[in-house]
């Protein structure tokens, strides 16, 4: 494959158009694609080796937040720019590889899951075309969602990942980042057998946990969400940093709203996930009260 040129027809006279790749990258050295179902390689000059020989046993997604493809391509493929993922799967649902998956791509920042913060080094990272919450945040077209689940599929099977390490990066970031945002389908991911999910609770009136609460249930809530993965303190006090914990579940797990507040129907969710974890998998929590 040939960096920068599309083999696919487009549908319309922009698809048809060659992406342009930025002028300082065109020198970069090709690689085999991992996955056949990726159309068009465009090497990124931004990677590294994983750390302590790490294998990625993780997927996380993103969306790029930028206001057009060429741009995004540019940033996450131009030296310099210190940022890069594996994939960017396009909204016409076509696939580029920029990374090898068996090196270190940086997509994730600063982040941790699971007590583990070197996320780069574990993970897949793939951004999916979208502009995101600063510049409208369109929905995802069925056919770019449908690429997603079979470039995840593909890596589950080669890499070894379950489920429940299918993230975005708003779990693995949460005070930071809030993509690939609650637009993103996850129970059409699931359907197809990509990521962790379980129905939604119901939102209905009642009791909540919310800023400024502090007690042994705000205690029991934050040993949850860390028992699933997340970053959180435990000490009990509903925090600023528990709030955006609490805003990331649910843009993940709880979409229809987004508060921080852990209602009935937030916290039910995070229950009948934990319980449907696979009997190894939830994270040892250590509680500091
Ligand atoms: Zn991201």
Known sequence: MTSGTFASAGIDSKRQRALPLPGANAGMQSFIPDTSIASDVIPSANYGDRNNGRLADMIVLHYTGMPDVEGAIARLCAPGTDVSAHYIVLEDGRIVQCVPESKRAWHAGASCWAGEQDINSCSIGIEIVNRGHDWGYPDFPLRQIAAVIALCRGIMLR????????????????GRKKDPGEKFPWHSLANSGVGHW??????VRGETL????????VAGLQAALARYGYNVPTHGKFDAATLEVVAAFQRH??????DGVADHSTVSTLH???????ADAATTVLTAK
């Open 159 to 174: 890499r070894k990942v379950p489920s429940h390490r299918v993230l975005a990066h708003s779990d693995v970031a949460p």
């Open 198 to 203: 379980v129905q939604p609770a119901p939102i």
């Open 210 to 217: 919310r800023p400024g609460s502090i007690s042994d249930d």
């Open 253 to 258: 797990f709880r979409p229809a709203r987004i």
């Open 272 to 278: 009948a996930l934990l319980a449907s974890l696979p």
